[in-house]
């Protein structure tokens, strides 16, 4: 569900930024669209949250009030009502789409060369990732790390590392794309991946409900196992490959 509250004492973007964080460390909130030009916040729950909750999450972050904006959720119910009536599904169609892309074109790519190489479809596959999802969290890089902060165990504790996160994605698909170091970057890649998981884990076990910022804001995504099996799966290649590295 979706509803529109206006919000009083926002005067800059930074305001902005700080009650767009708090309202997303509630456990109920998917997502949170803040915007200063009409003060007001679109919120997508799991549950209804008390007004009083909200207001509360929002006093955490400074001198701001929250009110219902009545003629905004009669517009959110009838936006969402129709959403509800074009589809039923969780929203995950994209990232299917995008991890079928993946995996077709670099299944393609082992029948063009005549064979099936186990390594170099996995070189491409994470190549194929790591530079499709540092390109979406790229597209709103504010966006995305005020998100990744909510759960991620390194970004929680040093706010700059969310920022710095799309660019280790899109080096790492680089050095994948060309073949760099692959040791040192297959280490890399599990090392990353491995502290991105255990945040969702922990996350998922809390049964904290966070927005996914696996494909940045773009495409909004509720976090879930679906988000956790994606690092793991990264996480599993790099250690394949590192394994075959040394054995082979």
Not at 52 to 79: C, F, N, P, R, W
Not at 129 to 141: E, G, I, R
Not at 150 to 163: E, G, H, M, N, S
Request: glycine share 8%.
């Amino acid at each position: 569900m979706t509803h529109t509250y206006q919000i009083k004492g926002m005067t800059c973007n930074g305001c902005v930024a700080k009650v767009r964080s708090e309202l997303l460390k509630l456990g109920d909130v998917l997502s949170a669209e803040v915007q200063l030009a009409h003060p007001q916040a679109t919120i997508t729950m799991q549950q209804h949250i008390p007004l009083a909750k909200l207001q509360a999450a929002v006093s955490q972050a400074g001198s701001y009030t929250i009110t219902e904006d009545v003629e905004g959720a009669q517009h959110m119910e009838h936006k969402e009502a129709a959403s509800n009536a074009e589809t039923s599904s969780p929203g995950y169609f994209p990232l299917y789409l995008i991890f079928g892309y993946i995996t077709g074109i670099t299944l393609l790519i082992q029948i063009v060369n005549g064979g099936f190489n186990l390594m170099q479809w996995m070189s491409h596959f994470m190549a194929g990732f790591f530079l499709v999802f540092s390109f979406f969290k790229l597209m709103k890089l504010n966006a995305f790390a005020e998100g990744y902060r909510t759960y991620d165990l390194i970004a929680r504790r040093f706010p700059a590392y969310a920022y710095v996160y799309p660019f280790i994605e899109l080096g790492l698909g680089l050095a994948f794309v060309t073949g760099v170091a692959p040791l040192a970057v297959n280490i890399i890649t599990l090392v990353v991946m491995g502290v991105s998981s255990l945040g969702v884990v922990q996350s998922l076990l809390r049964k904290t409900q966070f927005q996914c910022a696996c494909l940045g804001t773009v495409i909004q995504l509720p976090l879930s196992k679906v988000t956790l099996f994606e690092d793991l799966l990264m996480t599993g290649m790099s250690a394949v490959m590192i394994i075959i590295f040394i054995f082979t």
